[in-house]
């Protein structure tokens, strides 16, 4: 089974961005955080960060026949991106979002994702615990569908 992580804009300055927001912990603490996850869980896994949504609408279109599912965090772009919307639906492979920060509970423009809309499951306000969360129930649901 293998997996795509994408994680958006600004992430990659975890751990010095609104540390308040999205904790202390850095990037490669996250990136190495869903290696040893997925390592646990047998599951094969390739990350991407990019600050850039065409970028980001690329690596979706690449995991079409590639990968069986798609973790994504589109920062930002969850609020304003229908190309990633668009992406997700057309590869139509299952996909959970997750975010570090309860998007629900901050300011109103993020409350409406449209990368939410093509997923199955979302993951909010958990910090790094979301991506686990995410990875054990994407492996749940491939191994059951
Ligand atoms: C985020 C929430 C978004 O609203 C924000 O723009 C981000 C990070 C999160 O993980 O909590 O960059 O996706």
Do not use: W
């Amino acid at each position: 089974m293998k997996f795509v992580v994408i994680n958006g804009p600004n992430l990659n300055l975890l751990g010095l961005r609104e540390p308040k927001i999205y904790g202390t912990g850095t990037f490669a603490a996250l990136e190495d955080f869903i290696h040893r996850v997925c390592a646990k869980e047998g599951v094969e896994v390739e990350l991407f960060q990019s600050n850039h949504e065409g970028a980001i609408v690329d690596r979706i279109q690449q995991a079409y026949g590639t990968a069986d599912g798609i973790i994504i965090n589109p920062a930002a772009y969850t609020h304003t991106s229908i190309a990633i919307l668009d992406a997700l639906k057309a590869v139509a492979l299952p996909a959970v979002e997750v975010h570090l920060s309860d998007i629900n509970a901050r300011e109103e423009f993020r409350h409406i994702s449209y990368a939410g809309m093509a997923c199955i499951k979302t993951f909010a306000g958990l910090g790094f615990e979301g991506y686990r969360q995410a990875i054990l129930y994407l492996k749940e649901y491939l191994q059951h569908r």
